[in-house]
C-alpha cells in the first residue's frame, strides 16, 4: 500500500538528506536511507562517448535538468543509453549530484548495468515496505542510482505516487541532474505525465529495428513543448550525429 502524499513526500525528503548531510544524528533516525558502494558500469567505453556527444547537443551548457530516456518498445537500447548519459553527467562536472532513477519497475535493468543488487529500490520504498535505497560511486561520489526493486501492487500506482503527490520535485532539489529511465511509451499510459514535466527528453531507436510508425506515435505523445532528440544504437555509422529532432 503506497502511503499519503504528504507522508511519502516528507519521507522520501528526510531520506534524501543522509545524502547531503550523513552526520551520525540524521543517520540514527528512523527514516534515513541506505546508501552502498557502486561498482564501476558495465559499459563499453566508445558507446559512452558518442552518448557523450549526443548530450552535448541537446543540453548545450545547462547546468541541471531532468532528463527523461524513453523508447518505443523494449530490445532498443534504453536503459545503456540512460546508464551512458548518467555517467558521462558524473564525470564532466567537478561538482554537483547526478542521480539514475530506474523507473521500468517491471523490467528494471540498472542494476546490473551498475553492479549493484536488483532490490530492494524505489518500489519498495514507495510500496511502504523498506528504506529508500541508493548506491553512489565514482570521484566524489557524484553518481547516484536508485534501482526499480520489486513492487507487489500494481506498478501504475507507483507512478500515479511519483506525479501526483510531487515525488520527482523532491529528487530534484537533493540532485543536479536527475536521469530517469522509463518502461516503453507504447503500452505505458501511464508514464505520459512523467514524460511531460521533464526538462528533455531522449527517444531511443534501434538501427534496422524501430519503426517509423512507433517514432510517430512517440513524438505524438511527448508532445511539442519540450526539449527533445533521437538517438540511434545498433548502428553501424562513425559519425556522432545521433540526436535528431522529431519534434
Known sequence: MISGSTRLAGSL???????????????????RARIEALQQP????EFVERCRLALARLVALEDEGVIAVCSARRGEGRSSVAAALAVTLAR?????????????????????????APSPGLADFLEGRERLRLAAGGPNRQLWHVPGGTHLGDPVRLFHALTGEAMLPVFRQKFQWVVLD???????????PVVRSVDWQVIVGRHR????????????????????????T?????IPALIRRLL
Not at 522509463?182 to 505520459?192: A, I, N, S, W, Y
Open 209 to 232: 529495428r524501430t519503426m517509423v510508425a512507433d517514432l510517430r506515435e512517440v513524438a505524438e505523445i511527448v508532445g511539442g513543448g519540450k526539449q527533445s532528440g533521437f538517438l540511434l
Open 92 to 116: 564532466g562536472r567537478a561538482e554537483g549530484r547526478v542521480l539514475l532513477l530506474d523507473l521500468d519497475f517491471g523490467h528494471a535493468a540498472q542494476a546490473a548495468l551498475m553492479g549493484v
Open 234 to 238: 545498433g548502428d553501424s555509422t562513425r
Open 182 to 192: 522509463l518502461p516503453p511509451l507504447l503500452g505505458h499510459p501511464e508514464t505520459v
Open 42 to 45: 558495465q559499459l563499453d567505453p
Open 13 to 31: 525528503r528526510d531520506a534524501l538528506d543522509t545524502v547531503t548531510d550523513p552526520s551520525p544524528e540524521l543517520l540514527q533516525g528512523g527514516r
